[in-house]
């Protein structure tokens, strides 16, 4: 599993299927307090920790375009059932919020690989692939309030 170009997909459906976890025990437990909406900065939070974490658990490979589009067609699908099916969407429908995983995913996924490959740091500096995430997710701060 340490090269499979879908593992990015299969960590990306377990940390959203946590968040919506989590959302929905809120919701349940606490039904006044005041709950994060699953817009699109949740969305690009959600897909750098996934990418993140699959930096962390092994080698990334190389940028493959195959590989990419069945990320982004495969984090849609996870995108747009998870949250609709623990009711954590609010009024958003589930096919928006496919097209918008889809379309933040496959950019994210994109742009990080790009970043990870131009760094190429190694060993030397452990908290790089932390880092840019960070700044990915800082830059894409511009997209709230979108969906």
């Known amino acids: 599993m340490k090269h499979n170009p879908l593992k990015r997909s299969a960590l990306l459906a377990i940390v959203v299927g946590a968040a919506c976890l989590a ?3 809120v919701g349940a437990l606490a039904p006044l307090a005041i709950r994060p909406r699953f817009d699109l900065v949740m969305i690009l939070g959600l897909s750098l ?7 962390y658990l092994g080698a990334t490979s ?11 067609v495969l984090g849609g ?5 998870l949250p609709w099916c623990a009711g954590v969407a609010g009024g958003t429908p589930a096919w928006a919020l496919g097209l918008a995983g889809a379309a933040v995913f496959g950019v994210a996924c994109l ?9 190429a740091t190694g060993s030397r500096a452990p908290l790089a692939p932390a880092g840019t995430a960070l700044m990915l997710f800082l830059a894409g701060q511009c997209l709230s309030g979108l969906l």
């Open 77 to 81: 699908i996870a995108f747009g059932l």
């Open 23 to 25: 959302l929905a025990l």
């Open 62 to 72: 190389k940028l493959s375009w195959p590989a990419l589009l069945a990320n982004t």
């Open 49 to 55: 920790i996934a990418l993140t974490l699959d930096a």
């Open 111 to 119: 742009l990080y690989t790009a970043a990870l490959e131009r760094i």
